[in-house]
């Protein structure tokens, strides 16, 4: 692999810095007040469903220490589950069960977990270990996401998602974020996890990074990460337009994935959104960014924004 590009590459490049995304777009089209909507994972979800915007089926929601007597009772009749913290952030917090195995739940990754084992994680949750600020949390159980065969061979044990890039509520940018051994099956690109690019006008694949620097191929599995075509990709980008609407941000990261049965779901939103979206498409977002902020008025219709971001890379 090779190093992706210097600092003055990167500028002639229309490379937004953090800096300026903070000051000239998240203070200037985030209202504080907003927050609260994509910081609480519970009250996006809900607004997903409010939107029309399919989403992990919920299960269950535990918010103090005293339901955890019956958290054998809250698993029975689940043999794969998804427990999260409302407020975490950068996928910590969040327990994947595979499978029982007797009265032992498996994780990913193969190692066994008790009921007891699992109580004192959610325990965890509660008192606000993995949330944002310390503050305490609430625990939620949800659907397993059955990723879609598209990423057979280019994910490692976790769930790839769909991170799209979305500014006055017109999708600009979006990449892929492919599980691997080293982010340890997390979709978490500062764990490890690949940034692949997607090109907006088609929904295709097409550079990868790892880091800053750039890769063709999974390094687990050695298969190809580019040319991959993501399928309904309309859709896709169409949440998202949704999703922007509903919770009111200007701009705005929308993480969905795809599942094998039911299709593309919102995962989560982000009003903070990072800036790796730019190493994985080796495209700056300022050009995009520029053309939107200088539009003397957005289209109202959801269809029309999404044909206007087809356009955007073409």
Same mark, same amino acid.
């Given at each position: 692999?090779?190093?992706?590009?210097?600092?003055?590459?990167?500028?002639?490049?229309?490379?937004?810095?953090?800096?300026?995304?903070?000051?000239?777009?998240?203070?200037?089209?985030?209202? $504080?007040?907003?927050?609260?909507?994509?910081?609480? *994972?519970?009250?996006?979800? !809900?607004? %997903? #469903?409010?939107? =029309? &915007?399919?989403?992990?089926?919920?299960?269950?929601?535990?918010?103090?220490?005293?339901?955890?007597?019956?958290?054998?009772?809250?698993?029975?009749?689940?043999?794969?589950?998804?427990?999260?913290?409302?407020?975490?952030?950068?996928?910590?917090?969040?327990?994947?069960?595979?499978?029982?195995?007797?009265?032992?739940?498996?994780?990913?990754?193969?190692?066994?977990?008790?009921?007891?084992?699992?109580?004192?994680?959610?325990?965890?949750?509660?008192?606000?270990?993995?949330?944002?600020?310390?503050?305490?949390?609430?625990?939620?159980?949800?659907?397993?996401?059955?990723?879609?065969?598209?990423?057979?061979?280019?994910?490692?044990?976790?769930?790839?998602?769909?991170?799209?890039?979305?500014?006055?509520?017109?999708?600009?940018?979006?990449?892929? $974020?492919?599980?691997?051994?080293?982010?340890?099956? *997390?979709?978490?690109?500062? !764990?490890? %996890? #690949?940034?692949? =690019? &997607?090109?907006?006008?088609?929904?295709?694949?097409?550079?990868?990074?790892?880091?800053?620097?750039?890769?063709?191929?999974?390094?687990?599995?050695?298969?190809?990460?580019?040319?991959?075509?993501?399928?309904?990709?309309?859709?896709?980008?169409?949440?998202?337009?949704?999703?922007?609407?509903?919770?009111?941000?200007?701009?705005?990261?929308?993480?969905?994935?795809?599942?094998?049965?039911?299709?593309?779901?919102?995962?989560?939103?982000?009003?903070?959104?990072?800036?790796?979206?730019?190493?994985?498409?080796?495209?700056?977002?300022?050009?995009?960014?520029?053309?939107?902020?200088?539009?003397?008025?957005?289209?109202?219709?959801?269809?029309?924004?999404?044909?206007?971001?087809?356009?955007?890379?073409?």
């Amino acid at each position: 692999m090779t190093s992706f590009a210097n600092p003055q590459s990167l500028k002639n490049k229309g490379v937004l810095g953090i800096n300026q995304r903070n000051s000239d777009y998240i203070m200037r089209y985030n209202k $504080r007040k907003l927050y609260p909507l994509v910081d609480d *994972k519970l009250q996006t979800k !809900q607004l %997903a #469903i409010d939107a =029309g &915007v399919a989403v992990p089926k919920l299960y269950s929601i535990i918010k103090y220490n005293h339901q955890l007597k019956k958290l054998e009772t809250l698993l029975e009749d689940h043999n794969e589950i998804v427990i999260k913290p409302a407020h975490g952030s950068g996928g910590n917090g969040i327990l994947v069960l595979t499978e029982k195995v007797g009265k032992l739940y498996k994780t990913p990754s193969g190692d066994l977990m008790s009921v007891n084992a699992i109580r004192h994680y959610i325990s965890n949750i509660l008192s606000g270990m993995y949330s944002l600020g310390g503050v305490p949390d609430r625990a939620f159980f949800e659907y397993r996401i059955k990723f879609d065969p598209v990423f057979d061979e280019v994910s490692f044990k976790g769930v790839p998602d769909i991170r799209i890039i979305v500014f006055r509520g017109i999708p600009i940018s979006a990449m892929v $974020r492919l599980p691997t051994s080293d982010s340890n099956g *997390k979709a978490n690109l500062h !764990q490890g %996890a #690949i940034g692949v =690019g &997607v090109n907006l006008a088609t929904g295709c694949t097409t550079h990868g990074v790892i880091g800053n620097d750039t890769t063709s191929l999974h390094p687990d599995t050695g298969q190809p990460i580019e040319g991959l075509q993501l399928p309904r990709w309309k859709k896709i980008l169409q949440i998202a337009v949704k999703c922007s609407d509903k919770v009111g941000l200007g701009y705005l990261g929308v993480d969905i994935v795809l599942d094998r049965t039911l299709g593309p779901l919102m995962l989560e939103l982000n009003a903070r959104p990072g800036l790796n979206v730019q190493l994985a498409n080796q495209r700056g977002l300022l050009a995009n960014l520029n053309t939107i902020e200088n539009m003397e008025s957005i289209p109202s219709e959801a269809d029309q924004r999404v044909a206007f971001a087809l356009s955007l890379n073409k």
